[in-house]
């Protein structure tokens, strides 16, 4: 059995579909242990792009299993929209997709309150993606929300959605003062897709313990980006999920000693959407050569992604937290032309250097970046498939981050197509 859990390790958008859909080669299943359709994993695959939103990214190859695992909140109408769009394609994901019974239910109403919310906010505004994620996490953790479980039996479902609607729908009215959700509207829209759904729905838990016990190899797909996290990210400007690795066995339902090895997924620089501290961000003429070059919009809501130098201080503790053995550095070809590429080694704080990012959002707006200039280089890597052909100075920056971060680097992709990697070492074996 070869297991690995595959992470962005950034603040998300790092390319993890790309690398997980590779990685599928000699995978058996893939199962997404945490997020929702929040998370967009594209996927370009001789030159058709695909944009994956709670489907893990083991879709596009035939036979391999693909689950949706406990820890994701699941927006059934956008999942079966999702479903539809890959038959078109005639891929037919139906047969090999489970859904497991303990997934948390995204519900109208959690739409609703995400923007009424951060609209309430305003300049504090978290900057969320408006789908109902953080409301649905805080129903589950305060022990009112539905589960997949829930729509087995009508009469059960029907009857806590009446009861719960009712409490949100007087927080929605009098304290947001917004329109009220509809009950009988959004009951029949559950019911609707509950038919869909029922032959898809399992114990994903049962089915991974069966597939580790036959030696079958498993990859637990994350989403977002370890600085995201609920606990370890930039607080309060993260999502409301664990992204860090151990999620993928709470999330998922399989013992912290199957889940296998760790690939922390990195951008060459680094990037974020919405609000919170970016102690590296650029607003120079470097800045927009990354967004340009890197097509820097978010796959779910297209907004523009900040951009800036890479953040060493901030994989320093992905590191840490992710027990991370090695590493995935992306969009390498985005640094192609520039002449001289910085790293973040530390930060200044209150006029001392900190090698750790500081756990509150306040302090770490306060944080000035300490850089290490490294020559750039003019030999294109963009779309290069074989190591011997990426430039000195471009081998010279992987060793660099290599080195300071103390783990190795065994995947480099050059491009977005599946072809445009280079895989040093794969994390799942020889084939």
């Known amino acids: 059995m070869a297991n690995v859990v595959l992470l ?114 305003g300049k504090s505004a978290i ?31 029907s009857g806590k959605l009446e009861q719960v609607m009712e409490y949100h729908n007087f927080m929605i009215s009098n304290y947001y003062h917004s329109d009220p959700v509809d009950y009988e509207n959004t009951l029949e829209a559950m019911l609707r897709v509950r038919e869909a759904v029922l032959p898809m729905m399992g114990d994903v838990s049962a089915r991974l313990d069966s597939l580790c016990q036959s030696g079958k190899s498993v990859i637990f797909e994350g989403a977002q980006g370890m600085m995201l996290d609920i606990d370890h990210g930039t607080y309060p400007y993260v999502t ?9 066995s709470s999330g998922s339902g399989v013992g912290m000693t199957q889940v296998g090895n760790v690939i922390g997924v990195i951008k060459a620089y680094t990037t974020r959407v919405g609000s ?27 907004r523009p992604r900040r951009c800036g130098w890479l953040d060493i201080v901030a994989l320093r503790r992905a590191v840490q937290v992710c027990g991370i053995n090695a590493l995935c ?43 290490e200039e490294v020559p750039g280089w003019d030999t294109p890597t963009a779309g290069t498939r074989d190591y011997s052909e990426i430039p000195e100075p471009a081998v010279s920056y992987l060793n660099r981050v290599a080195e300071l971060l103390e783990r190795p680097v065994t995947i480099i992709s050059t491009g977005a197509g599946r072809e445009e990697t280079i895989v040093l070492e794969h994390p799942l074996g020889a084939g």
């Open 329 to 371: 550095v992306t969009k390498l070809d985005v640094l192609d032309g520039l002449d001289t590429i910085k790293l973040c080694v530390g930060y200044t704080f209150n006029g001392k250097q900190v090698d750790l990012p500081l756990y509150d959002a306040e302090s770490l707006e306060q944080c000035e970046p300490v850089y």
């Open 276 to 302: 919170g501290p970016f102690p590296t961000e650029l607003t120079d003429h470097y800045g927009e050569h990354l967004a340009r070059q890197g097509n820097e919009f978010g796959a779910t809501t297209g």
């Open 127 to 157: 900057g969320t993606t408006g789908r109902g994620i953080g409301p649905c996490y805080e129903d589950k953790v305060a022990r009112r929300g539905l589960r997949v479980a829930d729509l087995l039996d009508e009469r059960i479902f």
């Open 8 to 121: 962005g390790v950034q603040w998300g958008d790092e390319g993890k579909g790309k690398v997980v859909d590779l990685l599928t080669e000699r995978a058996d299943a893939v199962v997404r242990f945490q997020g929702g359709h929040n998370a967009g994993h594209t996927l370009v695959i001789e030159g058709v792009k695909t944009v994956l939103h709670l489907i893990p990214s083991g879709a596009m190859r035939e036979g391999i299993e693909c689950l949706i695992g406990n820890g994701v909140v699941v927006d059934l109408q956008h999942l079966i929209r999702e479903i539809d769009d890959l038959k078109k394609r005639d891929i037919d994901i139906s047969e090999r997709l489970i859904i497991s019974l303990g997934c948390p239910l995204i519900l109208p109403y959690h739409v609703v309150l995400d923007g009424v919310r951060d609209k309430a906010r």
């Open 240 to 248: 409301s999920s664990n992204t860090v690795s151990a999620a993928a």
